[in-house]
């Protein structure tokens, strides 16, 4: 079954803690994304990958950072320098392609305790 | 740079009312524009897409949009609301050279019986 999975659905974080959200997809998209979405404000762009081992910033990448050392996995660390992380967070892959179109896996949703 | 405004962030209509949804963009480029539905704690799903030819989209469940570029306009109607299309709705288009979006802050659909 194809698709993107978004690993934990909810995640707690405590003050000063780095956590990391899971994104896979076997869709055998090229590129990925990740966004933020707080309610009024639609989704904003954190970071986006084209290519294994590189990737660019977004518009609200501060106090986060992303890896993509395979095709299929692009996880998302929530720094402690990221001081209101409580939002829900979108992973979308998309091929290649200035038509192709973007999909997004299910979101987990990150709350500070 | 690329810019989406979603008129309304609530839109009420009744059960068999019209649907309409309003989403003005800004773009330096050509525009590829997207609708993407959103149902409680999930991710989006894509309605409808325009990249080019015809300027009238239909999309899945009934929905279409309407690329008119004298209007910098892409509204999405249906002619009957049904229950099951109470969701939150985003307007997105292409950016950064196509390869990414630029998403409106999004209008939440409430049908009424």
């Known amino acids: 079954d194809g698709g993107i999975t978004q690993s934990p659905k909810y995640l707690f974080r405590k003050e000063g803690q780095n956590v990391t959200l899971s994104c896979e997809q076997n869709l055998n998209h090229d590129a990925m994304y990740w966004y933020r979405q707080d309610p009024g404000q639609g989704l904003r762009l954190i970071y986006y990958s084209q290519i294994v081992n590189d990737f660019q910033k977004g518009d609200i990448a501060e106090g986060y950072s992303v890896s993509r050392e395979k095709k299929e996995s692009f996880p998302l660390t929530v720094t402690s320098a990221q001081k209101n992380p409580t939002a829900f967070y979108l992973c979308?892959?998309?091929?290649?392609?200035?038509?192709?179109?973007?999909?997004f896996g299910p979101g987990t949703r990150l709350l500070v305790l | 740079a690329q810019s989406v405004t979603q008129l309304g962030s609530h839109v009420s209509v009744s059960e068999g009312a019209l649907v309409l949804l309003r989403c003005n963009y800004s773009?330096?480029?050509?525009?590829?524009l997207f609708w993407y539905v959103q149902y409680p704690n999930q991710g989006l799903q894509l309605l409808l897409k325009y990249t080019t030819g015809a300027t009238l989209v239909k999309g899945i469940n009934g929905f279409e949009a309407e690329f008119k570029k004298s209007e910098t306009s892409f509204h999405l109607t249906k002619p009957s609301a049904h229950m099951s299309d109470a969701a939150e709705y985003f307007c997105?288009?292409?950016?950064?050279?196509?390869?990414?979006?630029?998403f409106g802050k999004g209008t939440m659909l409430l049908v009424s019986p």
């Open positions: 979308a892959s998309r091929l290649l392609g200035i038509q192709e179109t973007q999909y």
């Open positions: 997105a288009v292409s950016s950064s050279g196509y390869s990414t979006l630029t």
């Open positions: 773009s330096s480029v050509p525009p590829y």
